[in-house]
């Protein structure tokens, strides 16, 4: 007996499912980690990218990635890496850039091809003011800078366009 | 290009990484300011991410079964290849910084430039590699003017930082046998041809710090080849002290 074999949409579906380990909100899909999914010779092969090369996230994601596979019955399955082209947040949709929002990360703002270190304008998260500065390009995680809003002086994560 | 040059030359890349990632890394929890602390953090998990990649290929290139865990853990001192100026010591947080900041100078435009590398491995890690390496040298020159223009005494401080590290800055411009080899094959731009831009941006970033240029122009050499200060062996001894006394250990 042969088992139907998901299509690459249905598996596209299954990895929106799966958070992001360190943001939660956002999905390993919604992020731009996934680059691909394809069947070849009946393996079914995941392509994913690093977001920064010493992300502690990374293993995890592969990890919890494997097991909705597993979850959803495909045992025949290969997760690749792939570098090039490097991630950037330019693959991070608007409806991700909403949720982040709504949870306190400041998304990233303009394209980070333009130039990743221009300064730029970052809105509150909380009160939407734009008048905020920059403590450290440095945050919580590698993908984080730390910012502080001077209206209402709350303290925020700014994903980096990088 | 002859795969044992050019495992030669990838180590050199993973080491110098390894090495200056290691040191940086001691800083944790020790910073000044909670801000710094998780800077330091941040740049050696880069540095750390960086160099599993480019000890993956290394070991990839070797093809005698080693993976990037197995050369940063079971090689000794002779078998590293990192510019001595990394495994310098840390002193104070303004002795580290400038450290980095002499190190990132070469780092980015070097990685800039293997994005062209006629070895599109080699290329992809470098691609990588350089937005990360983009906030390092941002932060390190910034903080090299705020504390070289700073007070009297961060001024005295970087100054003598800069006086102590810089006969350790030129061995990454220093061609041999191995960077000449990975130039013919365009795998990599000769050392020297990184030299202007560092030039320039060292001396521009000295002057906004108010920090003298030292004179000298000796420059100790001898960690591309494996030849280390006392210093390196220290590293390794507290870096390799699980997986040599616990073989294969893992959790």
Known sequence: MIAAQPTVAEVWAWLEEVPDPEVPVVSVVDLGIVRDVAWRDGVLEVTVTPTYSGCPATAVIDLEIQAALRRHGVDKFHVKRQLSPAWTTDWIGEKARAKLNAYGIAPPAGAACARALAPVEVACPRCGSSKTERISQFGSTPCKASYRCTDCLEPFDYFKAH | MDGDALFQFLLRLGDNNLILGHRVSEWCGHAPVLEEDIAMANVALD??????????????????????????????????????????????????????????????????????????????????????????????????????????ESHRRMQAALDDLWPYSGEAFIADAVDEAAAAAGVAPLPETLKPAWDEHVAATLAEATLDKPEQDFMHKGGKR??????????????????????????
């Open chain 2, 47 to 152: 540095l750390i991410g960086q160099t599993q990649l480019w000890l993956a290929l290394a070991a990839e290139v070797e093809g005698k079964g080693r993976d990037a865990d197995k050369l940063a853990y079971l090689r000794d001192a002779g078998d590293f290849h990192n510019v001595l100026l990394v495994e310098r010591p840390n002193g104070d947080f303004g002795h580290t910084l400038m450290r980095q900041f002499l190190y990132d100078a070469w780092h980015l435009p070097a990685l800039n430039a293997l994005q062209t590398s006629s070895d599109s491995r080699i290329g992809e890690i470098a691609e990588k590699a350089a937005k990360e390496v983009a906030y390092h040298l941002e932060r390190s020159t910034d903080m090299v003017v705020r504390l070289g223009d700073g007070t009297e």
């Open chain 2, 226 to 251: 494996g030849v280390h200060s006392e210093h390196l062996g220290y590293i390794l001894a507290e870096m390799q002290f699980l997986q040599r006394a616990y073989p294969g250990a893992r959790w």
